[in-house]
């Protein structure tokens, strides 16, 4: 089975603080990706990657950044936390060739910035 | 603009009926549709695939259709049970390896 692990499940923080949400799959798929789903929003992409540093901006990048070394990690950046960042972020894997581009999600990382 | 939609206001329905869940899309041409399942807190999981040829798909309880010309899949969960309930979320292939998510449906089984 897939596993996508995230570092943490919960997370505050203050206004100001660069944050690190740290994303982990074990299964060699080549794309990562990164969400934020708010209510009423649905899931919005914010950055993806498509091998070790490579990276593309989604539909939302403004105010993150995203770091690819190693082919399992993908991490999000907030390099200025503000309280319009507090939201669900979810990551997700999938294997390209297949055809179907399957996304496999981790649990999710709750954010509240303060 | 491109559009997805799916119905905000939670579907309630009894144990044993079966659930339909409607996503509707405006200036897509999907390659394919897939579905997925959220619990509370967690992260979706996938559910089934249709792709633009397929008029329907079936998994066990659940059956998904794609109307090209109408622009529109339907998922129905026949025999629901109160372990169904969860949102679900439609995404469409915008390219070779992303997907736009619809916001999701609650659907909500009562025992």
């Known amino acids: 089975d897939v596993k996508v692990t995230q570092s943490s499940r919960y997370l505050v923080k203050r206004t100001g603080e660069k944050v690190f949400l740290e994303c982990v799959q074990d299964?060699?798929?080549?794309?990562m990706f990164w969400y934020r789903q708010d209510p009423g929003l649905g899931l919005r992409l914010i950055y993806f990657?498509?091998?070790?540093?490579?990276?593309e901006k989604g539909d939302i990048p403004e105010g993150y950044s995203v770091s690819r070394e190693k082919k399992e990690r993908f991490s999000l950046i907030l390099e200025s936390a503000s309280t319009n960042q507090t939201s669900m972020y979810l990551c997700?894997?999938?294997?390209?060739?297949?055809?179907?581009?399957?996304?496999?999600f981790g649990p999710g990382t709750r954010l509240l910035v303060l | 603009s491109q559009k997805i939609e799916q119905n905000s206001e939670a579907l309630n329905i009894q144990e044993g009926k079966t659930a339909t869940l409607t996503c509707n899309y405006t200036?897509?041409?999907?390659?394919?549709l897939q579905w997925y399942r959220q619990d509370p807190g967690r992260g979706p999981v996938f559910l089934l695939l249709?792709?633009?040829?397929?008029k329907e798909k079936r998994k066990e309880r659940l059956k998904v259709t794609f109307d090209t010309t109408l622009k529109q899949s339907l998922f129905h969960i026949t025999a629901s049970q109160p372990a169904d309930s969860a949102t679900y979320l439609c995404?469409?292939?915008?390219?070779?390896?992303?997907?736009?998510f619809g916001s999701g449906t609650r659907l909500l089984v009562r025992p």
């Open positions: 997700a894997s999938s294997k390209i060739g297949t055809g179907e581009e399957t996304q496999y």
């Open positions: 299964m060699d798929h080549e794309n």
């Open positions: 990657s498509y091998d070790v540093k490579m990276k």
């Open positions: 200036n897509y041409s999907p390659a394919y």
């Open positions: 249709i792709r633009e040829n397929e």
């Open positions: 995404a469409l292939a915008d390219s070779s390896y992303k997907l736009i």
